[in-house]
């Protein structure tokens, strides 16, 4: 053989090794369920709501949401609707998939306004340390970004 053929060889035996060493790492990171999302994320909304006319208009939202690993929500939020900031809390239902996206089924309460359901679209990412999501109801432009806090914990 010459040198060459020994430098060929040698590159496409690397590579097929690190192709092998990666792809059952790739494989394993999905495996999300509901169990996967658990514990408190702080979050921030950012959008706009476009009907009904009353609340329409941008829309910004941060808070802590906590998930308890067998489906269940809760979350308070600061709410900033045309300007007008005032406190949020929601219950919900949520369910993760095995290729780590999800939904949830919110029950919104804003004082003044007659509570009601959201729908969210999610992807978690980052082990579990993370989602983002967007509102799926028709009116509703809004996204969400939520970080897990203090992820090295077991809650």
Known sequence: MNRSTIAIA???TVIAALALGTAPAA???LSCSDATLKGTF???STGFITAPPS?????????TQTFDAAGNTTATATLSQNGNVGPVSITGTYTVNADCTGTMTLQVSIPGIPAFPLHVSFVMD??????????TDAGFVITRIARKIFPGTTE
């Open 27 to 29: 494989n394993a990171q």
């Open 10 to 12: 040698f590159t496409m």
């Open 126 to 135: 980052d082990n579990g340390k993370e989602f983002q999501a967007m509102e």
């Open 55 to 63: 609340l329409a208009g941008p829309v910004a939202e941060m808070g």
């Open 42 to 44: 702080a979050y921030t």
